[in-house]
């Protein structure tokens, strides 16, 4: 390493490799914020998106589903800080766990940890304190809510560790990243029922999917350190199983659409949701990068799409 990009990563302009080019991270932080927002995942929202938008949808069923006409944004706006938060603080573990595999991949070499930028013990006062952050977010919901968000850290706590022991690391991925949607539907009712257990399988299916997308980047050096992934459980075939993934979970997210109250608008979206799925089926390119990183990040259109349904079929009654 140069003495210049030394100087680069203590004073916090070391950009993270796989960051969108000119992010407000990179241009307007202030230097000394910038390890830890690049830990915490701020400079490529992208997965913070993936992570709220079950909540949301799962807190609209819900409101749907009891005859109401708007949203709640007060629960949209827990919703989205929580999100933010918990996403950073799951990053920042995770990145802790990996952060001896991390150096020996070339696209996350560059990350804060195998970098130098933070240490492995200011990570962990990073995820503390975005848990806290998560706490107070948790304590505005109702009780059974509380109970159901806090069962789901077993999740988060073991799916760093999976792509030691599985070829499906995604799997556990889609069972930790889409639990808001159980939490958005009982954050609205104090319970849960059939519809948002079927959102929140449906949503599994698309997280498998779309991370496998995001795996193809990495497989090249992941087969070479042992780490496992669907991208290399099924190469060249992912076409073919992202089909029945995408199928399965536009199927799962109909029949919890129908089951809320759900009609024209957000079969509508539906459908719409099934051609951009299709399309990213269509045109992806395991063997570019840049191809499966444009797709994987269009996902967020999925959910946001999805989330639209279901408000307009609020609102229109």
Known sequence: MTAESNRDQTTGSARVADAPAGNWVDRYAPAAARPYLRLARVDRPIGAWLLLLPCWCGQTLAELSMGRSYPSLWLMVLFAIGAV???????????????????????????????????????????????????????????????????????????????????????????????????????????????????????????????????????????????????????????????????????????AAVLSGGRGPVLVALAVAAVHLSWQIATLDVRDAGNCLRRFRSNREVGLILLAGIVAQMMLG
């Open 85 to 255: 938060a918990m996403r950073g603080a799951g990053c920042a573990y995770n990145d802790f766990v990996d952060r001896d595999f991390d150096l020996r991949v070339e696209r996350t070499r560059s990350r804060p940890i195998p970098s130098g930028q933070v240490s492995p013990q200011q990570a962990l006062m990073l995820v503390a304190g975005l848990s806290l952050v998560g706490l107070v977010v948790l304590v505005q919901l109702n009780g059974f809510t509380i109970a159901l968000a806090i069962a789901s850290l077993a999740l988060v706590a073991i799916y760093p560790f999976m792509k030691r022991v599985t070829d499906w690391p995604q799997a556990v991925l889609g069972l930790a990243f889409n639990w808001g949607a159980l939490v958005g539907w009982s954050a609205v009712t104090g319970s849960l029922a059939l519809a948002p257990v079927l959102l929140y399988l449906g949503s599994i299916l698309w997280t498998v999917g779309y991370d496998t997308i995001y795996a193809h980047q990495d497989k090249e050096d992941d087969a070479l350190i042992g780490v496992r992934s669907t991208a290399l459980k099924l190469g060249e075939a992912t076409p073919r199983w992202l089909a029945g993934f995408y199928g399965g979970a536009v199927l799962l997210w109909g029949f």
